[in-house]
């Protein structure tokens, strides 16, 4: 599938929706090695720092994902068609260390255009991202005592800063 390029500028999203209701795939790692994993994500950011534009995205450090994030350089965050929900929802809640659940998903892992981590041919939207900084979250920061809740096993969240470098639309 060809995929036309969108120019930073003049990308548009809704990203609450594209994050809390559509959900995305974050995945990390090398499609040209076959050394990649894949999960579904609802928290992150879109936004622009260091004179950049940045998509932020958190990872457990319980989450397979979490090693390929932290291991290679770059990633992509997909969106998909509400017809891709069951693989999405598959894709967030088994984990790759059990066994190929890319592939039980149904998904078709593909090479993106500029990173060496894979897009999806299903996607309707690939965000091309290279890490450029990563924070662990620190429970002695949080204001509102309310966000421990999301917390129970004490795992708190790593977050990767990825300049964008390409966005495609299908």
Known sequence: MERKPIPVYDF???PYHLFDRQWLLLTSGDFHKNHFNAMTIS???IGFIWDRPLLIAVVRPTRYTYE??????TFTVCAFPESCRDALNLLGTKSGRDGDKIAESGLTPVASQVVAAPSFAEADLVVECRKVYWQDLDPSHFL???IEEFYPHKDYHRAYFGEV???FKA
């Open 144 to 146: 509102d005592p309310s």
């Open 43 to 45: 928290w992150g950011a």
């Open 12 to 14: 548009t999203a809704r």
């Open 68 to 73: 390929f994030a932290n291991h290679y350089d």
């Open 165 to 167: 470098v390409g966005i």
